[in-house]
C-alpha cells in the first residue's frame, strides 16, 4: 500500500454556512476527482459543545452545553495543497474554532 497524493478533509458546518464553505474549499482546490469538480458528500447530525472562559461564541453562552444542527462535509483534497485548502476554509467559516479532520489517503 502507498500513500495518495491526495487527502480527505473532513468538517462540520451549521447549513447556513454550507455553500459558503463549500466554494471556499473548491476556489482553493479541492474537490477534483477524475473530470469532475466540487465533489462532495454531506450529511446531517448534532454537533455539541461548552465555550469555555474567554470564547466568544457564535452560537450559545459561555458555560452552558450547546446543541446544534450541522453539517459533516466530506471533499478530497491534493495534499500539496492542502494546508492552502484548510485555510481557506477557516476564513469562511463562521465559528471562532472550526471542527475539522485532514486524513492521508492509502491506495491499496
Known amino acids: 500500500m502507498t500513500e495518495s497524493s491526495r487527502r480527505k478533509l473532513i468538517w462540520f458546518v451549521p447549513e447556513d454556512a454550507l ?6 474549499v473548491f476556489a482553493a482546490g479541492a474537490g477534483r476527482i477524475g473530470q469532475y469538480e466540487r465533489c462532495s458528500w454531506y450529511t446531517a447530525g448534532t454537533g455539541t459543545f461548552v465555550a469555555g472562559e474567554g470564547a466568544d461564541p457564535v452560537i450559545g453562552k ?17 495534499t500539496a495543497i492542502a494546508g492552502d485548502v484548510v485555510h481557506a476554509l477557516l476564513a469562511a467559516h463562521p465559528y471562532e474554532e472550526v471542527a475539522y479532520e485532514l486524513y492521508a489517503i492509502v491506495d491499496a
Open 62 to 78: 459561555v458555560g452552558r452545553e450547546e446543541r446544534v444542527a450541522e453539517l459533516r462535509v466530506e471533499t478530497v483534497v491534493p
Open 19 to 24: 455553500e459558503a464553505t463549500r466554494d471556499a
